[in-house]
């Protein structure tokens, strides 16, 4: 923080379920940034180090922070918590051109225009997951 680099930081408590479900997407963003020349993602325990918390505001867990590069001066992170999220709003504000590279799948996303078509049919064995986009859980399973 302050150094030549932007930072983006998470406070987290471990016990947090929160700071849990957010582990996927913050190390996937800390792999795709690894080495960006602009750019350091960081995390901070702010439960066992609660002076830091303190000093930057922190009443909740998760909190992330974000700092331009040269300042130790904290912004609020108030986007989305994808890694999609965090490396958009790196990339608009600190130059980052961070990519998220997303792993091959073969799920297909069925809705009222394929579902009838793929799930009815006799011919195979199909797996449905019902799920909420905004759901930790669902997430997690992802």
Known sequence: VGGSKAALVEFYAPWCG???NLVPEYTALGAAAKGNKNVVIAKVDADKHKELGSKFGVSGFPTIKYFPSGSQEAQDYKGGRTADDFSKFLNENADANIRIVKPPTFVTVL???NFDKIVMDATKDVLVEFY?????H???LA
Do not use: E
């Open 132 to 136: 909420a986009p905004w759901c930790g």
């Open 18 to 20: 929160h700071c849990k």
């Open 111 to 113: 809705d009222n225009t």
């Open 138 to 140: 669902c997430k997690s």
